[in-house]
């Protein structure tokens, strides 16, 4: 007869591995929930452009400036260019088509809305005009989500990255205070 430890030894084996099957899904998960804005480009009328890290390498060694659309102006020769190298990638989603907008903002928002997104900036402006920028946070790297709707447009800027925003918008009010006097 075998003994209790044999028995069990399958069992526990299993256990193992379905917690390690469960385990992996739950972190593609997580992962798949931080990473899924390109669901927002599936809008009728949303325009969408990634500008991935060896082209935001090209713009800092060359000093120039990241323009991404309209919406999105980064380095050059202020204090943000400093910052252009810890960007790994820029992601900006625009729907400027009238039907679409409150679609693309309540889907911005319920991407937003996970655990692992931290609320940094809620406001409305006196027109009606919603800025809210939120946190991603894991070990170094950054993801910062700047949405930003009006009566006739919406935008979503992702940043993904190394850099501290905080660090880089204090640096930023700094030097616009240093241009004043």
């Not at 430890?5 to 069992?11: G, I, T, V």
């Not at 940043?159 to 004043?180: F, R």
Request: proline share 1%; net charge negative.
């Amino acid at each position: 007869m075998k003994n209790l430890s044999e028995m069990f030894s399958p069992l526990q084996t299993m256990r193992k591995w379905a917690a390690c099957v469960l385990l992996v899904f739950v972190c593609a998960n997580a992962h798949a929930q931080s990473t899924n804005f390109e669901e927002l480009a599936k809008i009728k009328g949303v325009e969408y452009v990634q500008v991935n890290k060896d082209m935001i390498k090209h713009a800092a060694q060359q000093g120039e400036c990241l323009r991404v659309g309209d919406i999105v102006n980064l380095g050059g020769n202020d204090l943000g260019g400093t910052y252009l190298h810890q960007l790994d990638d820029v992601k900006l989603f625009s729907c400027e088509e009238k039907g679409s907008i409150r679609k693309f903002t309540k889907t911005a928002l319920n991407l937003l809305k996970g655990e692992q997104w931290e609320p940094l900036i809620d406001t409305k402006d006196e027109d009606g005009g919603i800025i809210k920028i939120y946190l991603s946070k894991n070990g170094e790297h950054s993801t910062n989500a700047f949405l930003i709707v009006e009566d006739e447009e919406a935008h979503l800027v992702v940043l993904n990255g190394t850099y501290d925003l905080a660090k880089m918008m204090q640096e930023g009010m700094k030097g616009k205070s240093e241009e004043n006097n």
